[in-house]
C-alpha cells in the first residue's frame, strides 16, 4: 500500500462540516512573533480550537481543528514556494545575463519540494499506520501531515528577505 493520505483527507472534510469549529490562527501567529523556536508555534491554533469547541477532543473534532491549522500551513507553504521560486529564477537569470552558468536553483527548488511532498507522505502514512486503522489514525495522520506542512512552511519562509 502506498499511501494512506486520501484515506486520512477523506475523514477530514466530514470533520469540518459535521460540527461548528472555533478554530482562529491567531495563536500560532501571536506565538510566531515571540518564539525563539518557530517550530514550538506549530499546532498551537489547532490545540485551542479542539480546547474552545464543543466536542473538539472527540475524533471529528480533533480531525477539524487539525484539518484548518493544515490548510492554514498550507497556504503559507504555497505563498513561500512561490516567492522563492521567483527568487531563484531571478538568480538563474542573473547568473546567465553575467555570462556564467545559470546556478540551477528554480530546478533544484522545484527537486527538493517534490521530494519533500514524497517524505511528506511516506512519513505520515507511517504514523497512520502505527495506529493499527483505530480511530486515532486520522487525527494523528492530520497532525503529521499539519506538523511536516508547518515546518516546511518555515524552511521555505526562513529563505526570504526579512521585511
Do not use: K
Request: aromatic share 6%.
Amino acid at each position: 500500500m502506498r499511501w494512506p493520505l486520501g484515506a486520512i483527507l477523506a475523514c477530514l472534510p466530514g470533520a469540518a462540516a459535521a460540527q461548528e469549529l472555533t478554530f482562529s490562527p491567531r495563536a500560532v501567529e501571536a506565538c510566531l512573533e515571540i518564539a525563539d523556536s518557530p517550530r514550538d508555534c506549530i499546532g498551537l491554533s489547532a490545540q485551542r480550537c479542539m480546547e474552545e469547541t464543543p466536542g473538539g477532543h472527540s475524533t471529528v473534532g480533533m480531525g477539524g481543528c487539525l484539518d484548518r491549522e493544515l490548510s492554514y500551513w498550507d497556504d503559507r507553504l504555497n505563498t513561500a514556494y512561490g516567492a522563492v521560486m521567483a527568487q531563484s529564477r531571478t538568480q538563474d537569470a542573473e547568473m546567465e545575463q553575467a555570462g556564467r552558468p545559470a546556478s540551477g536553483q528554480a530546478e533544484a527548488l522545484r527537486d527538493m519540494q517534490r521530494a519533500w511532498i514524497t517524505f511528506r507522505d511516506a512519513a505520515c502514512a507511517y504514523e497512520y499506520s502505527t495506529w493499527g486503522g483505530g480511530t486515532g489514525a486520522g487525527p494523528a495522520g492530520a497532525a503529521c501531515l499539519m506538523r511536516l506542512t508547518g515546518e516546511q512552511a518555515l524552511a521555505l519562509e526562513a529563505r526570504l528577505p526579512r521585511g
